[in-house]
């Protein structure tokens, strides 16, 4: 068999470009996702039968000819210098001639689509020659769809090519093949959009639909999964926040010793610590979804602080006997007692907690880890350094941060009552479960720069929908004792001698998805995203040996398992990659857009709309909206800058006042390049409603509906 069979037998999905040898590497560096091959005599054309087929020249398309391929185009010459892996996709389904072919001189040099081309076939025009403030600029249209001949497209993105490393993502090369996720660009147009006209970004769009994916349940395993629907169908909360409180609660009781090793032969460790929020607003069940799962675990609270207290008990009494014999042996001149020893005790969960305790239950707690659960996270970030003496502290922030590492830590401090005091805890680590409205969330994130510190990239968030009507049935009864076994297992599940390893299918898949986590930061992500996909690989083991843990859990181990399969790895790979890649940038995009009140970032912008002039002033601004005066200005200064942060408007330099506060701003240009021209038609006529209500309301004023709009 020669090499083009091997290859096209390992990717049965994979699209082919044919071309010379010396055209190979040329070729593939332009078109990634093509496989690029070379055929020679002893290759048989009949291999190709029901592949989509492009060749770089006229003669091999000849070669192959169209009863041996579904679809038979070719590729003449070469996109212009300069465009981009996307770009050059564009180029190609523009020019690809589909078999049969016209005069080769007609097809040698094809010319790039035009502006006017670019129209027709329902592309966004692009500025071509003098941009919009005069300055030269040679991007060229490209045309969205691919030719109207009826032809077959040269690149499909519905599935990833077989055979490529990186195809256990599955959905992955959907996202980034190119280094432009397509599902990405039509979902949040301004993140993968062109954004290179006189360096404005395309503003958000604050009326676009959130585009966040449906739940799979595929996604999680199995032992869980059940679970998860027959609560989300008797209780009509959403599957997407039930999964992730499950996901972190679970992961959160496991033991603090139970780590995994990335990499073989390599110290780099992590733990099962995991962060979550569910964000959505008031009334959708974010409580109630992980209240469930709370209760469950405070049940195994109780019974192990029953056991527990006897130790205690005993301690205290030989503590109190210490200190009676340490003062007779001080009198009487005698050797010192040895001090007994702190009994080590098991702590599962805590809600309300200072700093200083956290401490003391980490160095006490010989299971190493602890979950924290805040059902309104905002009151943890809230209470930070609350009770500190000076306003400048900021302690509590680092420490908190220090949780999410799980790594020892010497913690020496003054008490309140002057003692000094130093504690050595083996894993000071702990995992932070809770929820929190969306405003609310982008609020504290934007008022304690959480995106700056990194905060905020160690949580996973997902958006909740809204909760619907539940099914009028009892939970089942089975499903839910199944449950309840699978979190005992979980508390009493020890670790091995040393740290669970990966298989080399699950450390192959680890590699791959190290890659694309690489390509997706390199891309232009939204601001602070890029921070929290830096943590995915390590995230991706964690919730690796989440599920693990629940595995061997369900298999009633005693000890859990030394290896982790490549199946595991794989679905949290398309956990992240699916589902939580979709839910990060609605999170960056569009939440943290609108840090004060979406609600009246949507009616600013609908005012900059209906102005339509390039300049608007902080009077304009009071003139069009009349609760702007009575804004402090604290708010005001956040209005614009996310207004700034939204891409809508920029600072007129040479426009600042004497308090610093810029007066004049200028409007984008993309918010007036016709793409809400219908929703500006709509808001007009809304308006014109609203005031003709007004009028009918005030009979004496009824005369100034004559004055029209």
Known sequence: MSEVSDLLAGRQKAQILLCNEDERAALQALYPPFLVLCPNGEDDPSVFAGRRVATSTVELAEWVLPGNAEVLKALIGRPPDGFTTAQNLAWARATAQPYPFPAEESIAQPEPPTQADAHDLGAEPATTGEGASGARTDNVAMPAEPPQDGSAPLLSTDEPPEGDPDEFLSGADKYLSTGSPEPLMREYPSVWEDRARDGWPNPV?????????????????????????????????????????????????????????????????????????????????????????????????????????????????????????????????????????????????????????????????????????????????????????????????????????????????????????????????????????????????????FTEDGMMARFMVVHGEPQVEGAERPPDKLINASFQRLIDRLISLTAGSQAVQLSPGANERRLAFSRWARKLIASDLPPGMGAHVAKWEALACRLALADHAIQCAAQNMPMIAPEITGETFERVARYLTEFLLHHSFYFYERTLATPENSAQLERVAAILLLHGGDVFSTSDMGSHYSGYWKMPPANKRALWSALEAAGWVRGVPGSMNADRFCTRYAVSPLARDGRYDKWREEWRARRKAERARQIQKMPTLRHLGELGE
């Not at 676009?208 to 059940?226: K, Q, W």
Request: charged share 30%.
């Open 205 to 449: 769009d604050f009326w676009e639909a959130s585009h966040l994916p449906e739940h799979d349940y595929a996604l999680y395993p199995p032992e869980v999964a059940a679970w998860i629907d027959d609560y989300r169908e008797t209780t009509g909360c959403s599957g997407a926040m039930i999964g992730l409180n499950v996901r972190v609660a679970l992961g959160g009781i496991l033991d603090g010793r139970i780590r995994v090793a990335p990499k073989p032969d390599d110290p780099w460790t992590e733990p099962a610590i995991l962060w979550g929020v569910t964000c959505g607003e008031s009334g959708i069940g974010k409580g109630p979804s992980a209240r469930a799962i709370i209760r469950a675990i405070y049940g195994h609270e109780h019974d192990i602080r029953k056991l527990d207290e006897t130790a205690r008990r005993d301690y205290e009494f030989a503590l109190e006997r210490y200190q009676e014999d340490r003062a007779k042996a001080r009198k009487a001149g005698g050797a010192r007692p040895e001090p007994p020893e702190r009994p080590q005790i098991a702590r599962l969960i805590t809600e309300n907690f200072t700093t200083e305790k956290i401490s003391e239950i980490a160095e006490e707690n010989y299971r190493q880890h602890l979950l924290i659960y805040k059902e309104e996270l905002s009151g943890m970030w809230g209470q930070m350094d609350a009770y500190s003496a000076g306003k400048a502290v900021d302690k509590d922030r680092p420490y908190i941060l220090q949780l999410y590492e799980g790594q020892p830590a010497t913690i020496d401090r003054r008490g309140a009552n002057g003692q000094r005091g130093s504690l050595f805890v083996r894993s000071l680590g702990a995992s932070i479960l809770g929820g929190v409205q969306p405003s609310t969330l982008a609020r504290i994130v934007y008022r304690g720069h």
